[in-house]
């Protein structure tokens, strides 16, 4: 039996062999009553918290949603500390076929009748071609993703702009997923979405095909709908992938019709062209635009919520730069340190993707701040990262945004940041299941806060928790002189 590696301040040996607590509860039952207290009775966060007290563990057994009956078995043992989390990274010893989503997979329907890299393990042969190809793309893009992104936040500033003219304030995420659909498929294909099948309707297409696959971990949150009627239609049966058929057409038409030099490229490296193709969608879409939809929200919220004095600094930081570097440059950004800890903040407090998912490969023992734990071969794990990246055993005052928590000694902490299924400190390779574009979504972040804070010297905002992520409105912005 192998033991998962933990923070260097613990020893291991030292640590007490315990098993793992918690209850699956009846057949069936225990399954959707923990639903029903997972997007109901209790809430996300809830439901952990409340866990953790009653078996003053942060490793423990449940069930995890969407349970009866599109996962056929829905027990995990959940991981919620810094210490047990990355044994969710280590591929030797756990499993990620089909675990993107959980406990249950929805039908290659979705994804051409392919699976796509995303769902394999990387023991799996058709695996470190896909992630090669992605890592070969994204690459290649190097030079083109400071100048596009600013060009697409030059629109993106002056639609903001007009509406808080015209309604006196901006509804941030709608504003966002048009910007950032837009400046994905420009990335990877060198022409407007609108020039293509997609028109103008290309988020909206993109979003219901999204949208389909992940509503069973989805609570629509309608004030006047009884929750067991949601509950339902929502995580008892999975939604037909014919709902968004012509949509996805659309989508990958576009792509194969509009990205035939990365498509070249996949077949000169032995990768089927509409296997490549769907794979490309799935990047450029799930991945992507998916992240970002989550993600410039998030990081919206936090730096607007965080007012006057961190953007006092953010401005004074990035325009000193920005004018002794000579613009916006990859070497002006390097040298922005509060500006990089802003973004880390916000991917610690905030990830855009908040679950991980490993099977066991062999009985393992997974350690956590206070004592070791048997996990048997077959058994899945599961890691609520919000919780583990906000572990008070690791960060001081975890709940509160601290902007510049990652600067100087604080880049120590950079290890416990979790958000691109690995630790900061770490880079994506063919071998691992690390997100393969985690450099630049972190190098896009800081470009719009650099964007920002050039135009504007303060900004509020309004926000609420939605089905994923978080809604953000604009209410003012104070432009600079």
């Given amino acids: 039996m192998q033991s998962s590696s933990t923070p260097s301040n613990n020893d291991q040996s030292k640590l007490p062999l315990k098993q793992v607590p918690g209850t699956y509860g009846i057949p069936f039952i225990g399954p959707i009553k923990d639903r029903r207290d997972y997007f109901y009775n209790q809430g996300e966060d809830a439901f952990f918290r409340t866990r953790i007290q009653k078996y003053k563990s942060t490793v423990f057994r449940t069930n995890m949603p969407p349970g009866p009956f599109i996962s056929s078995n829905s027990k995990v043992v959940a991981v919620l500390?810094?210490?047990?989390?990355?044994?969710?990274?280590?591929?030797?010893?756990?499993?990620?076929?089909?675990?993107?989503d959980g406990t249950y997979m929805p039908s290659t329907a979705f994804f051409g009748g392919y699976r796509p890299c995303a769902f394999l393990d990387p023991s799996e042969p058709s695996h470190e071609a896909l992630k090669s190809f992605f890592l070969r793309v994204i690459a290649s893009l190097h030079n083109k993703l400071i100048p596009s992104f600013r060009n697409s936040l030059s629109d993106f500033f002056t639609n903001v702009e007009d509406e808080l003219t015209d309604n006196s304030k901006a509804d941030f995420n709608a504003l966002s997923d048009n910007m950032s659909f837009d400046f994905v498929f420009?990335?990877?294909?060198?022409?407007?979405?609108?020039?293509?099948?997609?028109?103008?309707?290309?988020?909206?297409?993109?979003?219901k095909w999204l949208a389909l696959q992940l509503v069973p971990l989805m609570t629509l949150g309608i004030k006047y709908l009884p929750n067991f009627i949601e509950d339902l239609f929502l995580h008892?049966?999975?939604?037909?992938?014919?709902?968004?058929?012509?949509?996805?057409?659309?989508?990958?038409?576009?792509?194969?019709?509009?990205?035939?030099?990365?498509?070249d490229d996949a077949e000169k490296n032995g990768i089927k062209r509409d296997e490549a193709c769907h794979n490309l969608v799935f990047l450029a879409e799930f991945n992507a635009f998916g992240g970002m939809k989550t993600l410039f929200p998030a990081l919206i919220k936090w730096v607007g919520s965080a007012g006057g004095s961190l953007h006092a600094r953010l401005v004074k930081e990035i325009r000193s730069v920005v004018k002794s570097e000579g613009g916006v440059t990859l070497s002006a950004l390097e040298k922005m340190t509060l500006t990089k800890s802003v973004?880390?903040?916000?991917?610690?407090?905030?990830?855009?993707v908040p679950y991980q998912y490993g099977k066991a490969k062999e009985d393992i023992v997974v350690n956590s701040h206070?004592?070791?734990?048997?996990?048997?071969?077959?058994?899945?794990?599961?890691?609520?990262?919000?919780?583990?990246?906000?572990?008070?055993?690791?960060?001081?005052?975890?709940e509160e945004f601290v902007g510049d928590r990652f600067v100087g000694e604080g880049e120590e902490l950079l290890k416990y940041v979790y958000w691109s299924n690995g630790r900061e400190t770490e880079d994506p390779t063919a071998e691992n299941k690390q997100c393969p574009g985690k450099d630049m979504v972190v190098l896009l972040s800081r470009v719009m806060l650099v964007e920002f804070f050039l135009r504007y010297d303060t900004f509020t905002v309004e926000s609420a928790k939605i089905m994923l992520g978080s809604a953000v409105t604009i209410t003012s912005v104070t432009k600079a002189d």
């Fill in 343 to 352: 973004v880390y903040e916000a991917l610690r407090i905030e990830p855009p």
């Fill in 81 to 100: 500390d810094a210490a047990s989390f990355p044994i969710l990274f280590d591929t030797s010893k756990v499993e990620k076929k089909n675990v993107l």
């Fill in 236 to 263: 008892t049966f999975s939604l037909p992938f014919f709902l968004v058929k012509s949509d996805y057409k659309k989508l990958y038409n576009a792509f194969y019709t509009s990205a035939s030099s990365i498509l």
């Fill in 186 to 207: 420009r990335l990877f294909c060198d022409k407007s979405p609108t020039e293509t099948v997609l028109g103008s309707k290309g988020p909206d297409t993109s979003t």
């Fill in 370 to 398: 206070d004592a070791a734990y048997c996990i048997k071969k077959g058994e899945m794990i599961f890691g609520f990262q919000p919780l583990a990246t906000k572990d008070p055993k690791v960060f001081k005052n975890p």
